[in-house]
């Protein structure tokens, strides 16, 4: 692929930034398309400080990017050395992990086009509808820039508790990046200032409110900024018994009171002490028996059930003892692979058959789930090398193992007895509270008793409190979820009266959170209910375990970025639908920092101003370019554009919602106010469209270079557009609206203007675009020269340009300097008088200026640039026609200005149309 170099000629330029891909070094590049030495270039790659021109001999990583910029030439010191310092700036603003795929618009963008020309694509990275509040990991951070009702992103993911049985849902959300004032907050449609007390509350929280710290907003609002909730955990029943609760496991008996089972952990969680287990399957001990006493003895589970145990072994068969067997742990299975340096054929053994595998310090016994044998060749030939074993185990009894081991002896086996544990209490889990490497301060249980805690009196059939018993256990574990530590017991009793005030029915349903605090690490939690539930139909006492929570340790400090944090809490058992709960949306308006130098943070305040989003963009330090306002922007303009937007009323509402580059932003903030950003002798501007009180400059034959100006008109064709059609955001629900004009406009071309709010400024620029495209429909092209100032994009000029009335034609006869005598007479004619001549090669030049200096002679005002030829000479005659000027005058508004060589640019410009902006609010715009 290679990488990318980014060659940008002038940044007061920005159209005519150059992409190449190179595969060499960078220094062999510019070699190929400039000539050293290179004077004054500048070097720098991606992420990284400038790069001395002794360190160009480098290749670029893959798909790295480097910057190029040449400072432009001829120009005074003073302005190349001003040019070079913003490119710089421009450079570092830029080189920072830029994404390839956003770097050809990132600052420099494609030349504008007229009003009436097709209607810009705006970017596709600033859309704003979200249907709901939305988590969006490693992405932008939204950026709010004047007044809008959206919904915000999630900041910390939402969670539950319950507290004096009610069940509040608690969620933090990032308003924006930097300063804002949160006006109302809204569950869906409704206003939660609105509520009745307790139903909702919530509080915002601006940069300087959390300092970026873990932890302030908690201990402010009372809540915890980072639970995590178990995916495992939802709505599971804590039952007292299950039915159909049989276990096939070998098993050894030892007289009189042993049972040896061959299983651990999590396949003998059901036998407890107290328990009745029956036993059937076996020789000698088909009886039930109860559980005395349990212990573990290496891989296997010894039963102490007091007495009437025969003894009585399962019967196995050695099938094959291997030197190299490894275990791997596959889901709830495992896999062993057996070796052999000859081969022994397969075993006698097939799916369904039980097995057991025994090795140093390992002890296995399951069902077969499958079984493959293969024999190892040597490339080619035949030979047989060894034999290869697969043997997959499924229901294992006892922890999962995996590892390499030595002398592995694989063994079937009879049938295994089968125990039925109906009756006894199952664990539920356990569960694991989050994910690997997240550490836990806190375990939170949910229960909940849906019908009510009660029992019903046998005699009266009146409703008595009644209490129940549950038991949960936790343990410590590892990332790899493998145990720390042992089960440490947490018993809970939960008493109808302890969470239902007196003369609450007692069917109400009872809810609570039962927390269980660790101090760090990673858990994993299994219950059970203690309390045997009643089988009469009258009584109730369900427990469901609702939700498993972890409050993860705070992370150190700074955890936030410059965000304006709002934390919300419903009271959800108040009636708030989960649909309103996960669409919460704010009515926020920005706070920006006032046009100062230097940038200053503190000074900030409300605004919807375009201008100042501008600044905010491109000065602020955190997520705009951070550039210096005293040397890269032309303050006393800008400052005069905000006071201009503030006097017509337009305003930029607009969430930033995607990575972008500032320039691309800057021109989206000022498109409601008809203005562009603009680069002016290294620093930014605005160029500001409206009605323009003067002209700036007048070009006429004595400063436009001659034969240079080209006059194009454009007319309507059969399909063309008949409209033009706005589209804003109405900023209460950031619906899209549309404005039309005219009215009855089957065909408009379609404007979407960001950060537009309002219905009539839409309207009206919808009006000042069909104007212009029905007017102004003339573009002129020409070069200057011996001008002394070079006319600026935006600005109004005057083309003030000869029309002649021609047809006295004469050749020239004697040539005297200026002074031409000609072979008829000159027209004795009044006003202003101009000459057009017709050099030997057929070229027209002119029209210069003349006067009549003799009866056959005349005398040009200026030098025509070209050699005069006399009649009789070794060359066609220079030929003269003389007309009468009469100048006409054209109002333009220039588009673009293209500095071409010392003292000279070309200009494009439209017509100038002031009716256009007519009884709209953009008649305001007035400079």
């Avoid at 080189?95 to 209607?119: G, I, K, R, W, Y």
């Avoid at 539950?160 to 969620?171: A, I």
């Avoid at 972890?550 to 639908?577: C, D, H, I, W």
């Avoid at 309207?763 to 104007?771: E, F, G, S």
Wanted: aromatic share 8%; hydrophobic share 40%; charged share 25%.
């Amino acid at each position: 692929m290679g990488a990318h170099l980014a060659y940008i000629e002038d940044p007061t330029a920005p159209e005519r930034v150059e992409h190449h891909r190179i595969d060499g070094t960078v220094k062999a590049w510019l070699e190929g398309r400039f000539q050293e030495p290179f004077k004054g270039f500048v070097l720098r790659r991606s992420g990284q400080e400038e790069v001395p021109e002794s360190d160009w001999g480098f290749v670029p990583d893959e798909d790295e990017i480097v910057f190029v910029f040449q400072p432009p030439q001829g120009l005074d010191p003073a302005t190349i050395a001003a040019i070079t310092a913003f490119a710089k700036s421009v450079l570092i603003s830029i080189a920072v992990s830029v994404a390839l795929t956003a770097l050809t618009m990132l600052l420099f963008p494609a030349p504008d086009q007229p009003a009436f020309a097709q209607a810009e694509k705006p970017s596709p990275v600033f859309s704003v509808s979200y249907p709901q509040n939305t988590p969006r990991l490693h992405e932008a951070l939204p950026i709010l820039y004047g007044r809008l009702t959206y919904a915000p992103d999630v900041a910390s993911m939402p969670y539950s508790f319950y507290s004096d049985n009610e069940h509040y849902v608690v969620v933090l959300l990032t308003v924006t990046c930097g300063e804002c004032d949160v006006n109302a907050v809204y569950a869906g449609e409704t206003n939660l200032d609105g509520l009745p007390d307790g139903a909702a509350r919530w509080r915002a929280f601006g940069p300087g409110d959390h300092n970026r710290d873990h932890g302030v907003v908690g201990t402010k609002f009372g809540i915890w900024e980072d639970v995590v909730t178990s995916t495992d955990v939802r709505g599971l029943d804590l039952r007292s018994a299950t039915a159909d609760q049989t276990h096939v496991l070998g098993a050894e008996f030892v007289a009189p009171d042993t049972i040896r089972l061959h299983a651990t952990g999590d396949a003998v969680d059901a036998f407890e002490v107290g328990g009745t287990v029956t036993v059937s399957g076996t020789t000698s001990n088909d009886a039930a028996f109860t559980i005395v006493s349990r212990n573990r003895a290496g891989s296997k589970t010894v039963l102490n059930v007091g007495s009437g145990v025969t003894d009585e072994s399962f019967s196995e068969t050695l099938l094959r003892t291997f030197d190299l067997g490894t275990a791997s742990p596959r889901g709830a299975r495992q896999q062993w692979t057996l070796e052999e340096e000859a081969p022994g054929g397969a075993l006698g053994i097939a799916t369904g058959d039980r097995a057991r595998v025994v090795a140093s310090g390992v002890d296995q016994y399951g069902t077969v789930e499958s079984y493959n044998y293969y024999v190892d060749s040597e490339g080619g030939d035949g030979a047989g090398d060894g034999g290869l074993h697969q043997l997959r185990l499924k229901n294992l009894g006892g922890d999962l193992i995996g590892g390499g081991y030595a002398n592995v002896s694989v063994y079937e086996t009879d049938p295994p007895p089968t125990f039925d544990t109906s009756g006894v209490p199952r664990w539920l889990g356990p569960f694991r509270v989050a994910k690997p490497g997240q550490s836990i301060k806190k375990i939170e249980l949910d229960l909940e008793f849906p019908s009510g805690l009660y029992e019903a009196n046998t005699s009266t059939g009146e409703l008595e409190a009644t209490s129940v018993d549950l038991r949960f256990q936790i343990r410590e574990i590892d990332a790899d979820g493998n145990p720390v530590g042992e089960w440490e017991t947490h018993d809970l009793t939960v008493a109808t009266g302890d969470h239902l005030a007196s003369g609450v029915p007692l069917n109400k349903a009872i809810r609570l959170s039962h927390a269980i605090e660790v101090g760090g690490g990673e858990w994993q939690v299994r219950g059970r209910r203690i309390t045997a539930e009643s089988t009469a139909a009258a009584d109730q006492s369900r427990c469901v375990w609702a939700q498993l929570k972890g409050y993860r340790m705070l992370q150190a400090s700074p955890v936030y970025g410059p965000v304006t944090l709002l934390a919300v809490e419903f009271k959800a058992s108040a009636g708030f639908s989960q649909d309103a709960i996960s669409r919460v949306r704010v009515a926020a308006h920005r706070r920006l920092a006032a046009i100062r130098t230097p940038w200053s943070g503190s000074e900030v305040g409300r605004s919807r101003s375009p201008v100042r989003a501008m600044y905010d963009m491109l000065c602020n330090p955190e997520y705009g370019l951070g550039l210096d306002p005293a040397v890269f922007l032309e303050l006393a303009e800008i400052r005069a554009a905000r006071a201009l937007h503030a006097a017509a009323g337009l305003t930029f509402d607009h969430l930033v919602t995607d990575r972008s580059s500032a320039w691309d932003a800057v021109k989206l903030a000022l498109q409601p106010a008809l203005a562009k950003p603009l680069v002016v002798g290294g620093k930014v501007t605005i160029r500001q469209e409206g009605p323009k009180v003067a002209r700036t400059l007048l070009f006429s034959p004595l400063n436009v270079r001659a034969g240079s100006l080209r006059i194009r008109f454009g007319f309507r064709s059969a399909g063309d557009p008949d409209g033009v059609k706005v589209v804003w955001r109405n900023p209460d629900s950031l619906a899209e609206q549309t404005a039309l004009w005219p009215e009855d406009a089957v065909r408009p071309t379609e404007l979407k203007i960001y950060g537009l709010t309002d219905g009539d400024a839409a309207l009206d620029m919808a009006k000042v675009r069909w104007r212009q495209r029905e007017g102004a429909q003339l573009l002129a092209e020409f070069e200057i020269e011996n001008e002394s100032r070079i006319v600026r994009s935006g600005e109004r000029v005057g083309l003030s340009w000869p029309t002649f009335g021609w047809g006295d034609a004469a050749q020239v006869v004697e040539v005297d300097g200026l002074v031409l005598t000609l072979d008829r007479p000159v027209p004795d004619v009044g006003g202003n008088r101009w000459a057009a001549l017709r050099d030997d090669r057929g070229r027209t030049i002119g029209p210069v200026q003349m006067s009549k200096t003799g009866p056959r002679q005349i005398t040009l005002a200026a030098d025509p640039g070209i050699t005069l030829h006399a009649l009789g000479g070794d060359r066609d005659p220079t030929h003269v026609a003389i007309g009468k000027g009469s100048g006409f005058l054209l109002d333009l508004v220039v588009d673009a200005v293209t500095r071409t060589e010392r003292g000279r640019a070309k200009v494009t410009a439209r017509r100038y149309l002031e009716s256009a902006f007519d009884g709209t609010v953009y008649e305001e715009l007035e400079t």
